[in-house]
């Protein structure tokens, strides 16, 4: 089946300890996406990567950090997460320029 | 830069009625426009795309319109079902970066 996943799922941790939040797809897309949803702001943009070892900022960078070194992965790194990144993490994937596929989701709560 | 939002973030809709949701961007570099439908506890789904060569697009039971002129966008929903309750977002791409832009989301409630 195609698909995006993404883990964990759910995610209660404190201030200062680094975690790493994994994607992956199946899907052989070159394309893949890192946002965060919260209540009023829609999806917002954290980091892109366009292929293997390509990446680049989104709309709200500070605090994360992602690496591409191989398709299917994209990781979301939190090095010092603060309270300011309790949100939703979506990891998406597409071809360039295409329809984007969404994971389920990952809920952060940092203390 | 960019924006992407929408006219009213909530929806009320008798079932078997049409829905309109409305969406108006800001940058006329988003070439590639893109309908998302998210129901509780879950990511974001495809629902529709229109690329901006065309006016309008038709899916089974919805149709989304773009209008250049005035950078807007609408996706209409034909009879309403209750499954269709969600949170509704548009969102732009440019396809020099690839970046998409999303609008802060449309709440649909369908009452039965």
């Known amino acids: 089946e195609a698909q995006v996943t993404q883990n964990p799922r759910y995610l209660i941790t404190v201030t200062g300890k680094k975690l790493t939040v994994t994607c992956s797809q199946n899907?052989?897309?070159?394309?893949m996406s890192w946002y965060r949803q919260d209540p009023g702001l829609g999806l917002r943009q954290i980091y892109y990567?366009?292929?293997?070892?390509?990446?680049d900022k989104g709309d709200v960078p500070e605090g994360y950090k992602v690496s591409r070194k191989e398709k299917r992965n994209f990781p979301l790194i939190l090095e010092s997460p603060s309270p300011n990144q309790t949100s939703l993490y979506f990891c998406?994937?597409?071809?360039?320029?295409?329809?984007?596929?969404f994971g389920p989701g990952t809920r952060l709560t940092v203390l | 830069g960019e924006s992407v939002g929408l006219h009213l973030p909530t929806l009320s809709v008798q079932e078997g009625d049409n829905s309109i949701i409305n969406c108006a961007y800001s940058?006329?570099?988003?070439?590639?426009f893109i309908w998302y439908k998210q129901e509780s506890g879950k990511g974001p789904q495809f629902i529709i795309d229109?690329?901006?060569?065309?006016d309008k697009r038709q899916g089974q039971r919805v149709t989304v319109l773009l209008n250049k002129t005035v950078k807007h966008l609408s996706l209409q929903i034909a009879a309403t079902q209750p499954g269709d309750s969600a949170v509704y977002f548009c969102?732009?791409?440019?396809?020099?970066?690839?970046?998409?832009?999303f609008g802060a989301g449309t709440t649909v409630t369908v009452r039965a």
């Open positions: 899907m052989n897309h070159e394309y």
């Open positions: 940058n006329s570099a988003s070439d590639y």
């Open positions: 990567s366009m292929n293997v070892e390509v990446t």
């Open positions: 229109i690329r901006s060569n065309m």
């Open positions: 969102a732009g791409l440019r396809s020099n970066d690839y970046k998409l832009s």
């Open positions: 998406a994937s597409s071809p360039l320029g295409g329809e984007q596929f």
